[in-house]
């Protein structure tokens, strides 16, 4: 299958992916719970964690190694879902991750930081769409591609890592993403 025929399957989970920026526009942020700012505030900042909070991006062109259209399909398939069952969250409980992203200090990265910290976004996700997508294309293509299995579950579990160490998310926003990915894996496998 050429590269042509993988970017139009790919595709929709792209266009999916892009409806994140729009529902800041549709529904106003409310008031984390405090136990979510509790524990945050627990957490250290780790300003260089920002670094694999950017391999989400490159982890959205990843699937376009899968050459198998069978594989891919289910893989797009199942991403969608996995974004329908995020956004459906997002909407309902459209929670503020401004506290969190008040921890973010001045640091040699900060330009890093305001390419993502958009002033109209100050919610995200619960579960994480970074999380959940990454970890499930990171199983996905270690599972396809085996022999670089610990290289994309490392980078998987780094943009795990830096949602909260980074302060973009809560911990349980990353935690439920992790959760997410791991059943939509089992799902994916499972329709195989």
Known sequence: MDLIDRIRIVLPFWILSAFYFLIPFLIDPINAPSIFIYIDNQIPFVWWMIVPYYFYYAGLLMPLIIKNKNILSKFTQTCLILLIISYGVFIIWPISCEPVMMSVTNNPLSFLYGAVEIEWLKQNALPS????????????????????RLFFLVCGFLVFLSTFLAKQHFVVDSLSGLILSVIGYSYWKRSL
């Open 129 to 148: 769409v970074h999380v959940t997508i990454s970890m499930f294309t990171a199983m996905t293509i270690a599972e396809y591609k085996p022999q670089y």
